[in-house]
């Protein structure tokens, strides 16, 4: 069974600093992605991953997986007010399975002044 | 217009009660998705469908029933609803194109059971 959990849950950061969320999970799996949920909204999609080293940058995130590791990283550069929400990784089964996506639990980011 | 739409946004039940949650796309995607999000839980896969005869159970499929009208319908039910139902329900789809099978949300039902 695949497992995904993302660390830390809640992130509390002040505007212009620089932080990283982990996503580990249990079992191989070559597409990740991250999503942004705004509260109150749906899931926008922000990156999809489909292989080892992929590195994908938008504004001020930049996402990157690591396959051997089971790892992705979703670093956050110079943060600012807008970019608090939560943040969701999800990795894709393979096999019979493929397309369904299991979620972390998602990281809620607050950034204050 | 949004790409994917789900009706009722927001539905107040009681215990016992039948409840039908719809998804309509107008993506043209053949694969839908019902998950179901929980504080703390992130979201959780209720069923899915790859095309209009293929039907399967996800993580947490027991209380729900689904059908798949058309290739852009997409509906979950609740035969008879209880209280640790109440819960954000979204809707998603997905295609294979570039091989990204990216997943794209609804806007969310709301349900409370009472």
């Known amino acids: 069974e695949l497992k995904v959990e993302q660390n830390p849950l809640f992130l509390s950061m002040q505007e212009g600093k620089n932080y990283t969320i982990y996503c580990n999970y249990s079992t191989t799996s070559d597409r990740l992605y991250w999503y942004r949920q705004d509260p109150g909204k749906s899931l926008e999609s922000l990156f999809v991953?489909?292989?080892?080293?992929a590195v994908k940058q938008e504004g001020r995130l930049m996402a990157s997986l690591d396959t051997k590791a089971r790892l992705s990283t979703l670093h956050i550069t110079a943060a600012v007010h807008d970019l608090s929400a939560t943040y969701f990784c999800a990795v894709a089964a393979g096999g019979t399975s493929y397309g369904k996506l299991t979620f972390g639990q998602g990281t809620i980011l607050t950034v204050h002044p | 217009d949004a790409d994917v739409t789900q009706t009722p946004r927001n539905r107040i039940t009681k215990t016992g009660k039948r409840i039908m949650l719809e998804c309509s796309q107008t993506k043209g995607h053949d694969r839908m998705y019902w998950y179901r999000q929980d504080p703390g839980l992130g979201l959780r896969l209720i069923y899915y469908?790859?095309?209009?005869?293929?039907?399967n159970k996800g993580e947490i499929s027991d209380g729900y029933s689904v059908s798949r009208q058309a290739q852009a319908k997409f509906s979950l039910s609740l035969e008879s609803a209880i209280p640790n139902q109440t819960a954000l329900y979204f809707c998603a789809t997905s295609d294979l194109a570039g091989g990204r099978h990216t997943q794209y949300f609804g806007p969310g039902t709301r349900l409370t059971v009472l």
């Open positions: 991953l489909l292989s080892n080293g």
């Open positions: 469908s790859f095309d209009v005869k293929d039907i």
